[in-house]
């Protein structure tokens, strides 16, 4: 495959658009209300809808090339197939949290950071919060993995290279204000792992799914973190939301989780 112009703006929208997104939104609230940035923009729903764009240009990219659905992943054998590589990969997702949990809690804050980050979506309705993790599933897998992953492996051959990119892109795509820098070193290792399980099965609707039981898990125990979340914004650290800010990895459990997180 040869790079052409509607393919490098693929690759454009597809690694840095939320980043571009996010920060043209900032701009626009700013500039239409100057206390808009009062509050936490991870629980202002239109944010996240504001995430199908960049889903919605690569779809029009897609056509552009002339290339069919599949050459950015969308390929499922089966049901059976898919739901298999679901649950094989949410396990190992999973899996890989627990494993590395003790090592994470003696890195940086312990996850606090993380913690505070999730609990900011405490105030969102459970459905509001399914809503945010599918929007994070299925946005950010068909940019960072379905197109942008696709795309740098055609082009260049090379799967340490193109996934290294892709992996690059997703975890300064969720350094912000709800996410720090404790939280986005965390954020590395999911982003790592999706990127190598979507590598093994090369299918996007199965990426999605096992992203949006992720990132659900961990939304529906915003509440148990919502303390903390009040405790960062006490302190004076923003809690606004970033361009993925959504997208939040199972590392904890619950608040005494914390205490195991560190290893006591």
Known sequence: MQLTPVTAVGL??????????????????????????AGPRSIDLREHAWKWVIPAVLLLVVAAEGNSLGSIGWRVASPSALLGDVLVGFGVLTG??????????????????????????????????????????????????????????????????SGGLSVAAFVIGH??????????????????????????????????????????????????????ADDTDSNGEDADDSVSDDDAPVDAVDSSSLAWLRGE
């Open 12 to 37: 454009l929208v597809a690694l840095v658009g939320f980043a571009v997104l996010d920060r043209v939104r900032r701009a626009v609230s700013a500039a239409e209300s100057p206390a808009a940035g």
């Open 96 to 161: 890989s949290h627990v494993l590395t949990a003790p090592l994470w809690a003696r890195v940086g804050d312990g996850g606090d950071s993380l913690a505070a980050g999730i609990g900011s979506f405490a105030s969102l309705s459970l459905s509001e919060r399914l809503f945010v993790a599918f929007t994070a599933g299925a946005t950010e897998e068909t940019a960072f993995h379905g197109y942008a992953l696709e795309r740098l492996l055609s082009l260049t051959g090379s799967v340490p290279l």
């Open 175 to 228: 350094a912000g204000d709800t996410w720090d820098r404790d939280a986005v070193a965390r954020i590395a290792q999911p982003a790592l792992v999706m990127t190598l399980l979507y590598l093994w099965f090369r299918s996007l609707p199965a990426l999605v799914a096992i992203h949006a039981l992720n990132d659900s898990f961990a939304l529906l125990l915003a509440d148990r973190f919502d303390d903390l």
